[in-house]
């Protein structure tokens, strides 16, 4: 206590009451918060991808920013394992083949959309679930009686600078849908809509179908 | 020393520590609460960094660390524990930086290309940018930080110090 006579030892023990009261605030806000994050879940189970430590987005002074998320691709193309998948990937010409399939079955095919609630609202394809492997709570039920019914399903996010596809792959997987039938979309939405395919707007089979993301 | 400052530089003093706190407070509030409204996505940046392998810590530590800027935030507006929170700003403020810089230099060895050149969403609350002007802004809060931590500019504050008796202020 000799020290809190001093300036220094004041600031010093009003630093530390600070970082403890300002923890308990935190954690508390946390649990509170309905986007707070889960504690105890493990959000990257063993099988999904490591950190890509090289998600280098370069571009000169003068781009705008909303155009550098194109550039990562070539880098992630390279750096995001392929090998020892337990699902397949696939492309943009097949993907758009198989969303206007005729001769499938209805629920043949299933798409899976994994990104965040607002971003699948403001445009996903057309008829695709909603499924954020970050918050599995909410739409998994739904989504794993789809799939199981499924004889392909294909799951994508923003793009291939995401692994959030490949999140949901994996959480398929843990509970039993084979990976013969999962396919991963690399491009995502970002190629698909680059690509002037359709995007459905806010709800599943809402009827509002446009080729721009609101 | 500061006693015999004319007035009117005192005054000049007093004002910009003020602004001074009000910016960093504001700057720790609006940083601290982009990440806190997108807890996942920040998770995911911090993952990045390669700090731990255990889910628990990394989860704590991406849970917490928004909600505890936005605290400090909120304490520097308010003119409440002002030298106690710069020190804590200051001792949060040196890691990261050496964190950013860390990795922009593996960004920049990985793309040969000039460090300010390398532009990437270091979780620091501002989406995507470039490293040299993230470098840059951190400087600036520790400065700012550093500042505070002097103790000078107690106007408009609720309570300057925790600790009783309040030191009288060296400065004015």
Known sequence: MKTARTPVGRVLLEAALVAVVGAAFAFAA??????GLVLARDYFPPGTNPPVRMAAITAPADSPTDTNPAAPSAVLRLTTPTEGLEWRLIDGDRTVQLLHDSHLRPGAIVFIDARDEEAYLAGHIPGAYGFDPY??????????????AAEQIVIYCYGSNCDDSQMAARLLRNVGISGQKIFVYGGGITEWTNNHQPVEIGARNSGNVNITIQ | MTNHQPSWKRAGVNLFTVLARWLLGAAFVYL?????LHPVEFLKLMRQYDLTQDALLLNALSAALPWFELFCGLLLLAGVAVRGTALTLMLMLVPFTLLVWHRALLLQAAQHIPLCAVSFDCGCGNGQEFVCRKLSENLVFLGLSVWLLWGRGRQFSLRFSLMKPPSPPSGL
């Not at chain 1, 946390?30 to 986007?35: C, E, F, G, Q």
């Not at chain 1, 918050?135 to 199981?148: E, G, I, Q, S, Y």
């Open chain 2, 32 to 36: 601290g609460l982009t990440k806190a």
């Open chain 1, 135 to 148: 918050h599995p709570d909410k739409d998994f039920p739904a989504v794993l009686t789809v799939c199981r």
């Open chain 1, 30 to 35: 946390n649990r509170v918060s309905p986007r």
